[in-house]
Nanobody
Framework: QVQLVESGGGLVQAGGSLRLSCAAS????????MGWFRQAPGKEREFVAA????????YYADFVKGRFTISRDNAKSTVYLQMNSLKPEDTAVYYC????????????????????WGQGTQVTVSS
């Protein structure tokens, strides 16, 4: 059974940084693309970033380019989201996710592309 557990969220002032972590278990982590999404109150879940199983490929939503960095440590079965220069509009619950299919493409940006989800971690950016 695939399990994803996020951590690292919290309250931060605008311009600050946070690093989110997502620990995966239940299958061979290194074979699967990993993604981060977020959902603000009253809004749809939106794509933030994804990283390929090979670590080489990364893909970002335009609104986080240059501020957020996705990375993974396959030895630790963990994916990270380093968030810098945070803005109040980044406030949301952040989720990690992974698809059912191994060795899949990196540019999976729809929630329907992913089959397994974590419980989410709250990020609040104050102005």
């Amino acid at each position: 059974q695939v399990q994803l557990v996020e951590s690292g969220g919290g309250l931060v002032q605008a311009g600050g940084s946070l690093r989110l972590s997502c620990a995966a278990s239940g299958r061979t982590f290194s074979r699967y693309t990993m993604g981060w999404f977020r959902q603000a109150p009253g809004k749809e879940r939106e794509f933030v970033a994804a990283i390929s199983w090979s670590v080489i490929g990364t893909y970002y939503a335009d609104f986080v380019k240059g501020r957020f960095t996705i990375s993974r440590d396959n030895a630790k079965s963990t994916v990270y989201l380093q968030m810098n220069s945070l803005k109040p509009e980044d406030t949301a619950v952040y989720y990690c996710a992974t698809p059912h299919t191994s060795y899949s493409a990196t540019n999976l940006r729809r929630p329907s592309d992913y089959n397994y989800w974590g419980q989410g971690t709250q990020v609040t950016v104050s102005s």
